[in-house]
């Protein structure tokens, strides 16, 4: 790893990997720190048996490290909660942007969001709470433009 890169974008799930690709395909309309690394966690890309990587180890080598979240899923919900558990964690380092459940999913999945939202907040970790209900309200007739407004607004919220 070169040891000049600042900032960690860590995706967790399905959200965490889509908002990193829409993010790497537009970044020339975002204003970004200029070293960054990204780094994606979700049953894609690391089976859910797989065991985690030592977070504590990783986030020492960063400044910053901005972690985009959707809560209720039960892989970026567990990997957000073995986050929160680390020792020593320098909370000024970290931004967490999380997007709730739409409200058509499980109970399980509500429940399981407002759970790990509330660690999040007793960790006081800076952090963007979104709700999916905003995309179903803008998709009138495009799907697409919906998600991606979404996560402009999201990337856009955070102080670089």
Same mark, same amino acid.
Request: charged fraction near 25%; aromatic fraction near 12%; hydrophobic fraction near 40%.
């Given at each position: ?5 600042? =900032? &960690?974008?860590?995706? $967790? ?5 889509? @908002? ?9 309309? /975002? ?47 567990? =990997? &957000?909660?073995?986050? $929160? ?5 320098? @909370? ?9 459940? /739409? ?58």
């Amino acid at each position: 790893m070169d040891a000049t890169v600042q =900032t &960690l974008l860590l995706g $967790l799930g399905g959200f965490g990997k889509n @908002i990193l690709e829409y993010l790497q395909n537009n970044k020339d309309i /975002f204003v970004l720190p200029n070293d960054y690394h990204t780094l994606v966690f979700c049953n894609d890309t690391q089976p859910e048996q797989e065991v985690l990587p030592d977070f504590g180890t990783l986030f020492e080598k960063y400044e910053r490290i901005v972690i985009f979240a959707g809560i209720g899923g039960r892989y970026s919900s567990r =990997t &957000l909660e073995t986050i $929160l558990k680390q020792k020593n964690l320098k @909370i000024e380092k970290f931004y967490i942007a999380v997007v709730s459940p /739409f409200s058509f999913e499980k109970k399980t999945n509500q429940r399981r969001a407002r759970l790990i939202l509330s660690k999040i907040i007793a960790s006081k970790i800076g952090c963007g709470i979104f709700a999916n209900s905003e995309v179903l309200n803008r998709m009138n007739s495009d799907v697409n433009k919906a998600f991606e407004d979404f996560h402009k607004k999201i990337i856009e919220s955070i102080a670089w």
